[in-house]
């Protein structure tokens, strides 16, 4: 008996030394790498004061500048190392994309839905990745260049007059009706308008400050979200008793079998449409009109897109042929503009990951749990990448920028789907402005407006009118 108690206290005894060296050699690999530079701010409200209150670039730029390309700060009451430098976005993003996943505020998954594929790593996101790349491929949208001149004309026919528009909000409508023709193809008029409203009502409720009072924003949205999942079921209802099998997003999402045979959920395809939506619309629409911004602040620059832009309109019998996939493709002029745009403008001027596990990069230790923010905007605005990084250049893409310099679009498994078709939107919404429009933008304050992506100042408010053709 004796002889059993004492096997006991020393297999205990054993366990425990074995832990305290297992822990020990634990801490010891910790030590090593140490936690990056950076101030934590104050407990609990971190540093969430100082980077709402202030340009969130001058607060990176500033730690940028104290502590190097890669620091620890608190945001939203979460720890978070930010990261500064094209090899570290690449070892996030890319290399080690699985040792990061995606992280968004529960409000975001709650209302956009928590199946849309940006939420999701590993197969999921791979299967409906694969699903979303498809329709928005050139091979599948070459076929939408006349649906959306069409948009763009009528837009812009609609602002013209004596009237302030406010850009922003007119662009926001194209990139809606534009994510909608990728998504739906042409979709019936009042299925589009009831889209459009209840999405309306949605978006202002993406931050909004939850509560179950009825009547505010919050609740307001819940409920169009609602009516939202139900407009959806009723286009794909009438999609199965037509049988008809389209091409477009809802119809690869419908076809769509994993290796069991299984379709996908009406819930999954509803979140990931709104998801695209989400995606496609605010981003696209705020690029738009820093475009116009910047073309209106260099008249020389200007002409020459004009020049680019008129001989091709020429080329069309003055738009009598419609645009060509393959003259949307020519525009070195006007290409180079988007992507200097893209660039100044950076309107995701960071992402969010999380590490799923302690990891260690460049002798430093990014604790498990702990969010990380690579920094594309300053990347962007870096003069070691792009010399006088506040001059509006195009021509400074007549060379390639360096491997991860330049990510509008993001890098690596979770990078944009959608860059061909917003890119192609902007080449032929530029088509049409510049051979058919003038346009003065009202009001001389310049600044930047975040909500949350950066756009000029209210929304670049201006007035339109045809030119006269001579
Ligand atoms: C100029 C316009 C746009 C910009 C600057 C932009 C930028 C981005 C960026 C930076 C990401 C990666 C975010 C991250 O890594 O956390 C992203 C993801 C995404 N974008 Fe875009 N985007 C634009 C337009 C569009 C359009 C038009 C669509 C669809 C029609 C779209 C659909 C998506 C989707 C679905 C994702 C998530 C991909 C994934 O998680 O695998 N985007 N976008
Ligand atoms: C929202 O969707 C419903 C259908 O579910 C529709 O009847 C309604 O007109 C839409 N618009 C608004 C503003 O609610």
């Not at 094209?86 to 928590?114: C, D, M, N, W």
């Not at 988007?338 to 100044?344: G, H, Q």
Request: with cysteine.
């Amino acid at each position: 008996m004796e002889n059993v108690v004492l096997i006991c206290v020393l297999m205990t005894l054993l366990h425990l030394l074995w832990q305290v060296f297992f822990r020990k050699n634990k801490r010891d690999s910790h030590e090593r790498a140490k936690l990056p530079p950076g101030s934590m701010g104050w407990p609990y409200i971190g540093e969430t004061l100082q980077l709402y209150s202030q340009d969130p670039n001058v607060f990176f730029a500033t730690k940028q500048r104290r502590y190097g390309d890669i620091f620890k700060t608190h945001i939203l009451g979460c720890p978070c190392v930010m990261l500064a430098s094209p090899e570290a976005a690449r070892f996030v993003l890319v290399t080690q994309s699985h040792l990061f996943k995606p992280t968004y505020p529960k409000s975001k998954e709650k209302f956009i839905g928590p199946s849309a594929l940006f939420f999701h790593q590993g197969d999921y996101h791979f299967r409906m990745r694969k699903l979303v790349q498809g329709p928005l491929s050139p091979d599948a949208i070459r076929n939408l260049v006349t649906d959306i001149e069409v948009l763009a004309v009528s837009a812009l026919e609609s602002w013209v007059g004596n009237k302030v528009i406010n850009t922003f909000q007119e662009m926001k409508k194209i990139s809606f009706e534009v994510g909608i023709l990728a998504i739906f193809g042409r979709l019936e008029s009042h299925y589009r308008k009831e889209l459009k409203k209840n999405y309306s009502i949605l978006e202002k409720g993406y931050n909004s400050f939850p509560t179950k009072i009825p009547g505010t924003p919050y609740k307001k949205a819940l409920s169009a979200r609602k009516r939202l999942s139900e407009i959806l079921s009723t286009i794909i209802r009438e999609r199965k008793e037509k049988r008809s099998i389209e091409k477009d997003l809802l119809g690869c999402l419908l076809n769509a079998k994993d290796d069991k045979g299984e379709v996908l959920t009406e819930g999954q395809i509803a979140d990931n449409i709104i998801g695209v939506l989400f995606a496609a619309q605010d981003t696209t629409a705020s690029v738009m009109t820093w475009i116009l911004k910047y073309l209106h602040d260099d008249p020389k620059l200007l002409e020459a897109v004009k020049a680019e832009q008129k001989a091709i309109y020429m080329s069309n019998e003055e738009a009598h042929h419609p645009l060509t996939w393959t003259q949307t493709r020519n525009m070195p002029i006007t290409y180079k503009v988007v992507l200097e745009s893209l660039r100044m403008a950076s309107i995701i001027s960071f992402t969010f990951r999380e590490a799923v596990t302690d990891v260690e990069y460049k002798g430093y230790l990014i604790p498990k749990g702990w969010k990380v923010m690579p920094l594309f905007r300053n990347i962007h605005h870096n003069p070691d990448f792009f010399s006088n990084p506040q001059k509006f250049d195009p021509s400074r893409f007549e060379t390639a920028p360096k491997p991860y310099t330049f990510m509008p679009f993001g890098s690596g498994v979770h990078s944009c789907p959608g860059y061909d078709l917003a890119k192609l939107e902007m080449l032929i919404m530029t088509h049409h402005l510049v051979t058919k429009f003038s346009w003065e933008v009202v009001g001389s304050q310049s600044g930047i407006q975040y909500g949350p992506f950066p756009i000029p100042l209210q929304g670049l408010p201006a007035r339109f009118w045809r030119e006269s053709t001579s």
